[in-house]
């Protein structure tokens, strides 16, 4: 093949998998962060909702009602998001990434240190 018939390869042009790096390292550090509000949510609807409906059993000690924990969750989860949704759509505007497959690799990403604490945890 002469050099008019071969396909062009661009040295600017980034492969998927440096595409992809800097996405998942900062997904995976604002996991890290997200840990203690994904741990309070987590005992939030253990205690309340899901009590509520009869899938779990509320802990004993746990008689402050919903008031506290709703003036600790949602500034918490307000910083949080506050943080991680603009912090990804940087990131998104400048990779030009699917909308769907990047919110949702970010979204797993942003769970995994969590899902790995519990599960350290639970077979430790």
Same mark, same amino acid.
């Given at each position: 093949?002469?050099?008019?018939?071969?396909?062009?390869?661009?040295?600017?042009?980034p492969?998927?998998?440096?595409?992809?790096?800097?996405?998942?390292?900062?997904?995976?550090?604002?996991?890290?962060?997200?840990?203690?509000?994904? $741990?309070? #949510? =987590? %005992?939030?609807?253990?205690?309340?909702?899901?009590? @509520? &409906?009869? /899938?779990?059993?509320?802990?004993?000690?746990?008689?402050?009602?919903?008031?506290? $924990?709703? #003036? =600790? %969750?949602?500034?918490?989860?307000?910083?949080?998001? @506050? &943080?991680? /949704?603009?912090?990804?759509?940087?990131?998104?505007?400048?990779?030009?990434?699917?909308?769907?497959?990047?919110?949702?690799?970010?979204?797993?990403?942003?769970?995994?240190?969590?899902?790995?604490?519990?599960?350290?945890?639970e077979?430790?």
């Amino acid at each position: 093949m002469n050099s008019r018939t071969a396909p062009e390869t661009s040295a600017r042009a980034p492969s998927a998998r440096r595409t992809w790096t800097a996405p998942v390292v900062v997904n995976l550090v604002l996991g890290i962060v997200a840990v203690i509000p994904v $741990w309070a #949510l =987590v %005992l939030f609807a253990v205690n309340y909702p899901l009590a @509520g &409906l009869g /899938i779990t059993h509320r802990e004993p000690t746990e008689n402050d009602g919903m008031l506290p $924990w709703l #003036l =600790v %969750l949602v500034p918490m989860w307000a910083a949080f998001l @506050g &943080l991680w /949704i603009p912090v990804n759509l940087a990131m998104r505007r400048k990779r030009d990434a699917l909308k769907r497959r990047y919110w949702t690799v970010s979204s797993l990403l942003v769970l995994l240190p969590t899902v790995a604490l519990m599960f350290f945890i639970e077979n430790k």
